[in-house]
């Protein structure tokens, strides 16, 4: 026969959008799955999806009062940064909201992935936290929302409590379960050539942990997220949580789908950014 071995085969040309041949990049027929760029699907989506509400509002199929307008909902962002909700500024809800949110997704951060690191290499650490942590994790935030007022008070401790415990859970079980992906060859040869238990760690286990660790974080940060307007359920006065509910009371839908998309957009930044330090600080996710 006289046909090449599969290995030294080349992938046939590709077409571009119209029809033009174009080169093919190295791994694009084999290979990760999913590889590819997806912003202009993603965006051709987004329009999709407002065009479609527009054109659902426009012809009258439901009324104001459940789903505005996207010119609505945009006269209401404009009037509520120029004169702020119920007294304050719009800014103002979204720097507490957010200095809520990520102080409390720091403080999960600065204690969940030292100790889901330390759960993942030792038993006696594992054996210890691993039931309470396993305990609350499926219980909503909502359930234990009571036990935080009784313990301490409608203060802003119990508001960033609240949230710090939705994001404790996964951030420090993404770490422990990072600590796994980490070769025991790798450590073996580590501590072959004479390293130490905390140079294993820092040099071997951490970085094969990294790629679980952030992807934790993104998770726990939505969670936080989710959590917010349960938070500002307590007497609270001010964030963008406290902004939907006080609108959903007086029927202001359109304040509320406002409110609803600010805080996606925030979430979605702060996404994006953990994205690209993940491609930072870990490149060779997925290439392995």
């Known amino acids: 026969m006289t046909d090449k071995p599969i290995e030294a085969r080349q992938a046939p040309p590709r077409t571009g959008l119209f029809g033009k ?23 051709a989506s987004i329009a999709a999806i407002v065009f479609v509400w527009w054109l ?3 012809l009258g199929w439901v009324k104001p009062l459940f789903i505005p307008s996207p010119v609505a909902i945009l006269n209401k962002f404009i009037q509520t940064w120029t004169n702020g909700f119920t007294n304050t500024p719009f800014i103002v809800h979204i720097g507490i909201s957010t200095a809520r949110v990520f102080g409390a997704f720091l403080l999960a951060c600065a204690i969940g992935i030292p100790l889901g690191l330390a759960m993942g290499m ?3 650490v594992r054996g210890i936290f691993d039931p309470p942590i396993e305990f ?10 009571p036990l935080m007022i009784i313990w301490f008070g409608i203060g802003e401790t119990s508001k960033v409590l609240l949230i710090f415990l939705s994001v404790l859970a996964p951030v420090t079980l993404g770490a422990r379960s990072g600590v796994r992906s980490a070769a025991i ?3 073996h040869a580590a501590y072959s050539f004479g390293a130490t238990r905390w140079q294993v760690m820092r040099h071997v286990i951490l970085p094969s942990a990294m790629p679980e660790i952030l992807t934790a974080m993104r998770v726990g940060i939505g ?7 349960a938070a500002e359920m307590v007497a609270a006065t001010s964030g963008l949580g406290y902004m939907v509910l006080t609108a959903s009371q007086f029927l202001q839908t359109s304040t509320v789908i406002m409110g609803i998309i600010v805080i996606a957009a925030i979430a979605y930044a702060f996404d994006m950014l953990m994205r690209f330090v993940e491609r930072r600080v870990v490149p060779w996710k997925g290439r392995m």
């Open 21 to 43: 041949a174009r080169a093919t990049k190295p791994g694009e027929i084999y290979g990760v799955p999913g590889q590819g760029d997806t912003l202009w699907l993603s965006l």
């Open 56 to 58: 659902v509002t426009w």
């Open 122 to 124: 030792s038993p006696v």
């Open 136 to 145: 609350y994790r499926p219980i909503p935030p909502l359930a234990y929302l």
């Open 185 to 187: 060859e790798q450590i």
């Open 223 to 229: 969670f936080g997220w989710t959590t917010l307007v």
